[in-house]
């Protein structure tokens, strides 16, 4: 099976910054993107950010310009530099992988980012 596991969650200040990472491991083959979702509570668990085994991203029109995703594909591991923090960034941060032999979707556990002064 697949497993990912995040770190990077935190307390910080409005205009603030953090930095989340992603380890994936167990069975990958045919994992082809990675990416970061996010849920507040009694909100719906959206995309922030997500990036392709080729390097193609897309981002959420509320984080461009402050956020970054990145990935190490030799290590199976995926990035979320957040830059210019904002209260309402608060949320639970996900990390996702996407396999496109079965297309299916697995996600960790989640790290709670909070943005407060």
């Known amino acids: 099976q697949v497993q990912l596991v995040e770190s990077g969650g935190g307390l910080v200040q409005p205009g603030g910054s953090l930095r989340l990472s992603c380890a994936a491991s167990g069975r990958l083959f045919s994992l082809d993107a990675m990416g970061w979702y996010r849920q507040a509570p009694g909100k719906q668990r959206d995309l922030v950010a997500r990036?392709?085994?080729?390097?193609?991203?897309n981002y959420a029109d509320s984080v461009k310009g402050r956020f970054t995703i990145s990935r190490d594909n030799a290590k199976n591991m995926v990035y979320l530099q957040m830059n210019v923090l904002k209260p309402e960034d608060t949320a639970v941060y996900y990390c996702?992988?996407?396999?496109?032999?079965?297309?299916?979707?697995?996600w960790g556990q989640g790290t709670q980012v909070t943005v407060s002064s």
């Open positions: 990036i392709t085994i080729g390097g193609s991203t």
């Open positions: 996702n992988a996407h396999f496109s032999w079965n297309d299916r979707d697995y």
